[in-house]
């Protein structure tokens, strides 16, 4: 697969999860992933035909590459809308401030922030509240700390933002 947009590559990830053509047992097995247990089949069956070059160059990138398929599924059918960012929806669903601190947290760091991920999944997959997902994934897929901490703070911003128009 060549090098793709990250919005690309998750609007299709995305879009062949939550497809009534993808087998409801391979969905299953992809929302039952965690990164602390090893991948089912299923996840690299999905990987090696929908996945960018580079997904498994580390452990780390595996596993957030699993958390962003979990968490798609978990959501599916209504799991990515490109035009609701993270923060908003967070805000319009009342997802709890100190909840939102540790997903964006210094300290939320390799699985602890891939599992708050998977929180926010079933919570506003609960809700039936989809997101773009492209901020999630670069939540979990940046590597400067300079770029998460503008990752960060735009979820911030979009939460608070939200918060205030509503008030």
């Keep these: 697969m060549q090098s793709q947009p990250l919005s690309s590559v998750i609007g299709t990830i995305a879009g062949v999860i939550s497809s009534d053509r993808f087998p409801t047992g391979e969905r299953a097995a992809l929302r039952r992933m965690t990164p602390r247990q090893p991948p089912p089949l299923a996840f690299y069956r999905f990987a090696l035909s929908h996945l960018p070059d580079g997904w498994d160059h580390s452990k780390e990138s595996q596993k957030n590459w699993m958390t962003l ?13 490109p035009k609701s960012s993270l923060g908003r929806v967070l805000a319009e669903k009342n997802y709890s401030e100190a909840r ?12 602890v ?9 079933r919570f506003l997959g609960s809700k039936s509240s989809p997101f773009n997902w492209v ?14 901490m503008a990752v960060r703070e735009q ?5 608070y933002g939200s918060k ?3 008030e």
């Design 69 to 81: 398929m979990a968490g798609i599924s978990i959501m599916s059918p209504n799991a990515h809308d």
């Design 113 to 121: 922030r891939r599992i708050l991920v998977l929180r926010v999944a």
């Design 164 to 166: 205030r128009e509503t």
């Design 135 to 148: 901020h999630a994934a670069r939540l979990l897929l940046t590597q400067d700390d300079e770029k998460l």
């Design 100 to 111: 939102l601190e540790r997903l964006l947290s210094d300290s939320a760091v390799g699985d």
């Design 155 to 159: 979820i911030a911003k979009d939460y």
